[in-house]
């Protein structure tokens, strides 16, 4: 009995490992966007200060 609580708990630390990570990824991903996001407002930002001189 002590076994299959002992192969439980692995898969459940397994399991709860794979779900941070995705989370993880998730929020890396969302960061990187809004980076890019803010990126492309500054050179839109430049190129209209360009034009308008």
């Known amino acids: 009995m002590t ?3 002992k192969s439980v708990g ?3 630390l397994l399991a709860g490992t794979a ?3 995705s989370m993880s990824a ?3 991903a969302s960061m990187a966007k ?3 996001d803010k990126r492309v ?3 839109e930002r430049e190129v ?3 034009m308008t001189t």
């Open 3 to 5: 076994g299959v609580v």
């Open 10 to 12: 692995k898969y459940a």
């Open 19 to 21: 779900l941070a990570l």
């Open 26 to 28: 998730a929020s890396a």
């Open 34 to 36: 809004a980076g890019m």
């Open 41 to 43: 407002a500054d050179l």
């Open 48 to 50: 209209t200060l360009l």
